[in-house]
């Protein structure tokens, strides 16, 4: 699947097409969780009201929905029906990009004043939404992150009993990889409580519950457990950036050595921040990503800051793959 530029440099935008996406990313994520797109996805097209009723949707709130789906193209409408527009295809394969914006980042984006003046910039300055964060992050993980991660999997020198997941959000990756390696067990660390309880319920739904198991804990300085030194293999997706900055990530990935001393290959999968890209030609997620991250002051390492940092925490970078979607995405093995 290639990616439509949004944004061609040089081509006017009007106010209307911009007030109109922001409308369309709200409908686009909450068209994906009551399960409008699931529906449409390989349909002709359907009659509106009657999929309301289907999903148990208000058919007017519903209307809504789909006229700002159309407004952009995601759907067209002909009457009381609804089809798949120029743009549905792409748009419900990335749909998890716009639901980590609008759903897991609202509270942000709704604060930014606030987030923005220097004075209210301490303790918990802004709010986003943790499980809805996780949901995301699940699936768009699985187009973007996986097929690399488990190639590097497949390379895994090594057979091992115990593999922790540093930042487990939905705990999805665990639950893969006990069910591909029977007989193998797993721990998942996150810093949130939603997200620990998250995983808590998806590892029991699945039936693994006797052999993952989830707390909370800040991985940047984790304390010692004795359960760490069985660990062999780490894993850490799409939170490697909440080290930095610099002197901290050093500090942390040294401790992370110490912690997990039998650790035998870590494998770091993150987007970095872009270099080079025109303002008007910034890819899919990258803006909601960097410009989420400036305003929470998380610090966000560029890919060459990445590889300057290796030799200092003691990890070797043993091999990597680049990701295409999200652009400057990597799954560095460190061993
Ligand atoms: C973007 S989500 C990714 C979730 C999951 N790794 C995946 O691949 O789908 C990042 C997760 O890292 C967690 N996190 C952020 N900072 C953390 C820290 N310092 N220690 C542990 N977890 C952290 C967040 O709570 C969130 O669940």
Not at 66 to 73: E, K, Y
Not at 316 to 321: I, P, R, S
Request: hydrophobic fraction near 40%.
């Amino acid at each position: 699947m290639s990616i439509t530029e949004v944004a061609i440099p040089g081509a006017k935008l009007t106010s209307a097409d911009i007030y109109n996406s922001a409308v369309a990313s709200w409908a686009i994520a909450a068209a994906w969780e009551v399960g409008a797109l699931d529906e449409l996805n390989g349909a002709s097209s359907l009659d509106a009201e009657e999929l309301a009723e289907k999903l148990g949707l208000d058919p007017v709130a519903s209307r809504g929905m789909f006229q700002a789906l159309a407004s952009v193209g995601v759907v067209t409408r002909d009457g009381g029906t609804v089809s798949p527009g120029p743009i549905f295809d792409e748009v419900n394969t990335y749909r998890s990009y716009f639901h980590w914006l609008s759903r897991g980042c609202s509270g942000l984006y709704t604060e930014m004043p606030s987030v923005l003046r220097k004075e209210n910039r301490v303790g918990s300055f802004y709010h986003r939404d943790g499980a809805a964060i996780g949901y995301a992050c699940r699936e768009l993980s699985s187009f973007s992150f996986d097929p690399a991660f488990w190639a590097a999997m497949d390379r895994l020198p090594f057979d091992f009993k115990v593999a922790a997941d540093l930042g487990c959000g939905s705990g999805e990756r665990l639950i893969q990889i006990a069910n591909r390696y029977p007989g193998t067990r797993g721990l998942g660390l996150d810093i949130g409580l939603p997200a620990v309880e998250m995983t808590t319920r998806e590892v029991a739904r699945a039936g693994l519950s006797d052999r993952i198991t989830a707390l909370q804990a800040d991985a940047r300085d984790l304390a010692p457990h004795s359960v760490f030194a069985e660990v062999e293999l780490l894993t850490c997706f799409m939170m490697g950036h909440d080290f930095w900055p610099r002197e901290n990530a050093v500090k942390s990935m040294r401790t992370l050595r110490e912690r997990f001393p039998n650790v035998r290959r870590f494998l770091l999968g993150d987007t970095t921040r872009t270099v080079g890209y025109p303002d008007r030609g910034i890819p899919l997620f990258n803006l909601g990503f960097e410009s989420a991250h400036d305003l929470m002051g998380q610090y966000m390492p560029t890919l060459d800051e990445w590889y300057g940092v290796f030799e200092e925490t003691g990890w070797k970078l043993a091999g990597e793959q680049r990701i295409e979607s999200p652009a400057a995405s990597v799954v560095f093995e460190l061993e």
